[in-house]
């Protein structure tokens, strides 16, 4: 993760016409700059760069030394631990264990929209007025493995949306944030966590995060399991794929959606 942290910190210093070239394609792969929040009114400080299956190019060892090789580690070791995750997971919802795998078989791959994002917000000193590292937003996916350094300002909601808390910095931990998908799998028992970057107080370097977005197939039908979940007595929000009475049919068409939704400017 280091190596990847500092690979991107030189992609993000090359000049904007070279960063350019790398620019977010309509399959979700490239690089974003900073720019207008795509989940609030704010504008938000932050530098990413999604990998996807859907085709696109990372710089080579000769514009940005050493960012891809430590991607494609990245990439190998994400995919692991998601297996390992998504077979516990079935277990624990009384499934067999290889039902959520079987719908996840092609991550990083050609008809499966899972994504690995490099993340970097830099240093700002007296932020303005308005400005974000992240707007509030839930996941699109089944869940989302998240890795940062510990420069902090991440927060996430309570269930009734009263208030925020900080999410402290453990070295080497990966965070497991639940996404859409997986709430309207489990009836919204295993609810989808709104969540946020912060401004620190003192905010004098830049943060660096790592994303791992793992999305089920394309093609894979998104329907509501018949499984109870021991569950505290709060009753949360429902998730996005909940709104509409009609709701979604596969991942494919909930994505798109909230691409769509996404990246409307």
Sequence with gaps: ???????????????????????????????????PSKHTDEKEARHVFNVTGSGGILPDDEVVPGLKSAVDELTRDFKQLSAMLLTALAVGLEQSPDFLLSKHSRMLEHGNESTLRLLYYPPLGAP???LARCGAHCDYG??????????????????????????????????????????NWTNNQLPALRH?????????????????????????????LDTKIAKASQESAPCRLQKKKRGVLTAYHHIQRRLRETYAS
């Excluded at 989302?144 to 208030?163: F, K, Y």
């Excluded at 808390?165 to 965070?175: E, F, M, Q, S, T």
Aim: aromatic share 10%.
């Design 1 to 35: 993760m280091k190596a990847a942290y500092r690979a991107f910190d030189a992609f993000c210093e090359l000049p904007e016409e070279m960063r350019a070239k790398y620019e977010r394609n309509e399959g979700n792969y490239g690089y974003v700059k900073p720019g």
């Design 196 to 224: 946020r970057v912060v401004v620190p107080e003192h905010c004098g370097r830049g943060r660096h995060s790592i994303a791992f977005f793992v999305h089920p197939d394309t093609d894979t039908p998104i329907e509501p």
């Design 142 to 183: 089944t869940f989302t493995l998240l890795a940062q350094d510990c420069e902090g300002g991440l927060e996430i909601q309570t269930p009734h949306g009263e208030r925020w808390g900080r999410v402290g910095h453990l070295p080497g931990a990966i965070l497991v944030n639940t996404g859409d998908i997986l709430a």
């Design 128 to 130: 303005a007025p308005g």
